[in-house]
């Protein structure tokens, strides 16, 4: 265990109880409760509004000002026919490639594509050699998670965990982070293959909610897996661009393509600032 007394104080900290409670107080209509949270939020994290779509005073909830929707035009798309986009507001934390069933965190940390797929080893290879990016979204960022590429939805798992907090020094001090805390995995079938989308929770993330489902059940207790018909009316197809996902109270989003896919920009590495819609890289089998 590391030394680091932010790093200890989260091992000790009831990490469950502490996102229950304020998943309340985020979710909470009252007027002088949720206004104060709105205003020293924005003020402490100095969230630029002129984006956002509904000005303060405009939101039923702390939760419905965080998932606040932007202007319509703020996040241009890229060309998604050749492009791989980015899914959210963030900072590239990791990316590179999938080697030896393993995916790089950060100062020597790594974790297995498995781990973080819910111990699914089967789904798990048809991303070995393949790509991978993480994101983390900071309190200010805008929250809603989109599609980096077209998509049919054809399985999820909410996969439980812990709740450590996703920042820059706990991913390089509390070993394999994004695959032991809380999480959801959603795989896609796509015209470069299969591509997962994970939404990693941490500390006081309240929920995860998705286009198709609604809000996730969080901290349960074991995996829930779902399966999604591929084809017919019940077929959840996105476009690139599509929402897909938001987070109540924030964290990491981690995407996985098969091999031979995708080629990430050049000039994208550790700690580059991204914008939703932006391109990630190349679609190389477009």
Known sequence: MSLNPFILLQHILPQ??????????????????????????VKAYHVDMEQAERPLGKYRSFNDFFTRALKPGMRPLAD??????????GAVSQLGRIENGRIFQAKGQSYTAAELLGGDTDLAAKFEGGSFI??????????????????????????????????????????RLFSRNERLSSVFDTPVGAMASVMVGAMIVASIETVWGGLVKPHQKQIVRGNFATDGENAVKLNA??????????????????????????????????????????????
């Open 16 to 41: 469950h109880a502490l996102s229950r409670l304020a998943g309340r107080f985020a979710s909470s209509e009252r007027p002088w409760l949720r206004d104060r949270l709105i205003r020293r939020f």
């Open 80 to 89: 998604a026919g050749s492009q791989v986009l980015c899914p959210a507001d």
């Open 134 to 175: 993480t994101i983390y979204l900071s309190p200010s960022d805008y929250h809603r998670v989109h599609m980096p590429v077209d998509g049919t939805l054809r399985q999820t798992a909410y996969i439980p965990g812990d709740l450590f907090s996703v920042n820059t020094v706990t991913a390089e001090n509390v070993d």
């Open 241 to 286: 661009g599509d929402e897909m996902g938001r987070f109540l109270l924030g964290s990491t989003v981690v995407l996985l393509f098969e091999p031979g896919q995708v080629e990430w920009a050049d000039d994208l590495k550790p700690l580059s600032v991204v914008r939703m819609g932006q391109s990630l890289g190349r679609l190389t089998s477009a």
